[in-house]
């Protein structure tokens, strides 16, 4: 937990040298205690755009502060380092980059005569726990207490004597984009109705933002008090109106209401507030189930309870206090985001689990969905099962998606990951016949916007086996990412018994081979991934360092060096295309010693420093993955290397600790270097897989032999059914390389018949 009340940076950082101080732990931390392990601030700042308040895994409401974050800035998920307080909005995101979304109905407290149009405040005594959190609004003296449930919150507002309170409802409210204002988010419309001295209801109507949303998604919402208000009304622009009950806000004009309270002696005011995506009926019939009572302190603890159950399907042993902090964290942020709206779905009626706000699965699906799958099984199948379910209903997979709205597409069609990901490594309960329909509408079907679904340049890649720079922005990177993708597709036909579809796809996704240009040199190497026009003619200029976002003709989120080693379904054909091992190996190295080749903050490089096992050298793999974290990970609000992007960035860290890596889309691990003596993931069935590094120090990072279940294992890597059937796998640490792991290298795809 952290308080970071007015330089949290500081803070951070001294909190970091105390935990660095304290001694490492021999035994696990409790199972109910891993909650109290977490620092919701960890991440917030410095690029990591965190969400620090209260939810429940996977929760729908997240509610938490917006701060008034100043001209040129984004508010992302609502929090800010610095800046005044705007109120408590329900709904946001996290770890996300780019645009802002949601923010929906916020509601602040202040004192003595109302003025929505000038209620912010400076902050003292913030702090956030899991479940848990709590800031003083310093112009009021009022104190503010959050905790949530699944799809309620209850507030806690502890008011100074001898003052009339308020609470103040603005529905008009959502986050702005201050960085790309074209993603902001618009209001269309609002209502707020006074429903009686302690209720009110109503909603909001908002499009726009980073998914850039032309269907106006809707926030409903249903609020009660513990105590009856003395007074009220309603505002619209600057209209204020005692005594009103009901206001209708129109586009960005704003609109709200409040709640006067009589001064209460050394008593806080307690409101409880539920949200829902279809009506205000069902808001209250959540807030029903989920808070029927006006006990803080019971719904904070089912808060903990829930976290520290979801904590304790992985036990680390001999880790450092900020190890254990960074290390639980990371596990806490993988778990925010898709959210859970199972039951709470606008769009249409349905048996299948219902999830939102995939922000995106460009990044997710690399290591994220993967360690679910190992940890959490069941919720990665359901997460899963939405998506084929809005295949279904909606024609198409999302490679994003937030506000019941596809968008925006960052790459490939990457939900092809996931999805066979989850076949390959036994999901239940899936349609699979439904899933590789989806998967072939992607790779054959051109969507009317590539930005919302789908694959854009698709009559190039099916003609040319490559998208030219006429075809498509980002030509690039997203031809790398298909031929990615159409393996996905090859594997789930071969298992599915497709036998024309596996060959089919087999062969388009050796389409990397067509923009690999030969004869092009960087950095003392020769052969590099580069766009190519229609006719077949490079692109010129060109340098290995061009990159760009969403506009532009060459790689999203990556360079040429990044994406040149962007091959997943054929790590040795790519190692041959390179010149062989000695030389890949020599190439790795110059691409991680340069400045600007390697972006620890961006996934098209998730795997690549553990691409030097398919070479026999996973001694530099063990090198390098102690450098990133080292260098990148630690404790504070600035404690990750860029946006978290839904958990993106906690889970590689996850894997990158216990030593173990996935090969996402495939049943295969990459074995590295461990950071602690002892992993214990509990899985499925009971069973458990065990990490033990022997003779582990800070010097003695190298893995020189293996066993697995007292069997001597010379190879580095590992199949996925030798994790879930339970085990043990035990690495001897040393502090020189050794010979271990340089033959029987993890598997690449066979060539295409």
Not at 63 to 90: C, E, K, L, R, Y
Not at 421 to 435: E, F, R
Not at 710 to 723: N, Q
Request: charged fraction near 15%; include cysteine.
């Amino acid at each position: 937990m952290s308080n970071y009340t007015k330089t949290p940076v500081y803070a951070a950082a001294l909190m970091s040298l105390l935990l660095a101080a304290l001694p490492a732990r021999s035994q696990p931390a409790p199972s109910a205690e891993r909650a109290s392990l977490v620092d919701p601030f960890l991440g917030a700042s410095g690029g990591g755009n965190v969400f620090p308040g209260p939810a429940m895994p996977f929760g729908e409401i997240k509610p938490g502060p917006d701060m008034d974050v100043g001209p040129g800035q984004s508010q992302h998920a609502g929090w800010w380092a610095t800046g005044n307080i705007q109120g408590f909005s329900q709904t946001h995101v996290s770890g996300t980059g780019g645009g802002a979304k949601y923010g929906n109905i916020l509601v602040t407290a202040t004192t003595g005569q109302q003025n929505p149009s000038d209620s912010e405040s400076p902050r003292a005594n913030e702090h956030a726990s899991v479940g848990l959190y709590s800031v003083t609004l310093a112009r009021y003296g009022i104190g503010v207490e959050i905790t949530a449930a699944r799809r309620a919150a209850i507030y806690r507002f502890t008011f100074p004597q001898g003052h009339r309170d308020n609470l103040l409802f603005d529905v008009n409210h959502c986050l702005i984009s201050g960085l790309r204002t074209h993603e902001n988010q618009i209001p269309v419309s609002s209502t707020v109705q006074i429903l009686s001295p302690t209720e009110i209801a109503g909603s909001t109507t908002v499009k726009g933002g980073w998914n850039k949303q032309p269907v106006p998604y809707t926030v409903y919402f249903y609020a009660v008090a513990d105590t009856p208000a003395a007074s009220w009304g309603t505002w619209t622009g600057s209209q204020i109106t005692s005594n009103s009950r009901q206001v209708n806000g129109i586009s960005t004009t704003p609109a709200g209401a409040w709640l006067t309270f009589a001064p209460k002696a050394n008593r806080p005011v307690l409101m409880k507030i539920a949200i829902s995506f279809v009506s205000i009926d069902q808001a209250r019939r959540s807030l029903a189930a989920e808070i029927p009572a006006f006990d803080f302190s019971r719904v904070h603890a089912q808060a903990l309870a829930a976290w520290n159950q979801a904590l304790s399907t992985i036990d680390i042993y001999g880790e450092t206090p900020e190890q254990a902090q960074t290390f639980y964290t990371a596990l806490y942020h993988t778990m925010l985001m898709p959210t859970d709206r199972t039951g709470d779905n606008p769009l249409w009626q349905s048996a299948e689990p219902y999830y939102d706000d995939y922000y995106a699965i460009w990044d997710i699906f690399r290591t994220s969905g993967p360690l679910l799958t190992l940890i959490a099984p069941e919720r990665q199948a359901a997460i899963v099962r939405a998506l084929v379910d809005l295949y279904r209903h909606e024609g198409w997979l999302p490679d994003a998606r937030s506000g019941n709205y596809n968008g925006r597409t960052q790459g490939g069609s990457n939900a092809e990951f996931l999805l066979t990901d989850a076949y390959v490594k036994g999901l239940p309960g899936i349609d699979w016949k439904t899933a590789l329909a989806a998967e072939i509408h992607d790779a054959e079907v051109s969507p009317a916007d590539h930005f919302k679904e789908g694959r854009g340049g698709l009559p190039d890649w099916h003609k040319l086996g490559y998208v030219s720079i006429e075809g498509s922005d980002r030509p690039g990177s997203v031809s790398m990412e298909y031929a990615a993708d159409d393996f996905e597709i090859a594997l789930l036909a071969k298992g599915l018994g497709d036998t024309a579809d596996y060959e089919k796809y087999l062969a388009r996704s050796a389409n990397w081979k067509n923009l690999w240009d030969a004869t092009f040199s960087a950095g003392g190497f020769t052969g590099f991934i580069r766009p190519r026009h229609r006719d077949g003619a490079w692109l010129t200029p060109f340098t290995a360092m061009d990159h760009c976002t969403w506009g532009g003709d060459t790689f999203y989120e990556g360079n040429s060096w990044t994406y040149s080693f962007f091959v997943p379904q054929n790590v040795a054909g790519l190692i041959r295309a390179m010149g062989g091992p000695q030389t890949f190996v020599r190439r790795l190295d110059a691409f991680f010693a340069v400045p600007g080749r390697y972006d620890v903050g961006n996934e098209p490089g998730f795997l690549t420093p553990y691409l030097y096992n398919w070479a026999g050298r996973p001694d530099k793999t063990d090198e390098h993955i102690r450098q990133i974290i080292a260098a990148s990970y630690h404790a504070g609000p600035d404690g990750l290397p860029g946006n978290d992007d839904s958990g993106a960035m906690s889970s590689w860290y996850i894997f990158g600790q216990i030593g173990i890596f996935p090969n996402a889309g495939q049943p295969v691990y990459l074995i590295g270097s461990p950071a602690y003596p002892r992993t214990v993931l509990h899985l499925a069935g009971g069973k458990d897989f065990i990490i033990e590094a022997r003779n582990l120090s800070p010097a003695n990072i190298y893995v020189t032999a293996a066993s697995l279940d007292g069997k001597p294992l010379d190879r580095d890597w590992l199949r996925h059914s030798e994790i879930i059937s339970g085990g043990r796998l035990v690495l001897t640490m040393s502090s020189a390389p050794g010979n271990w792991g340089r033959s029987d290298l993890p598997p690449s795809t066979p060539a295409p018949r």
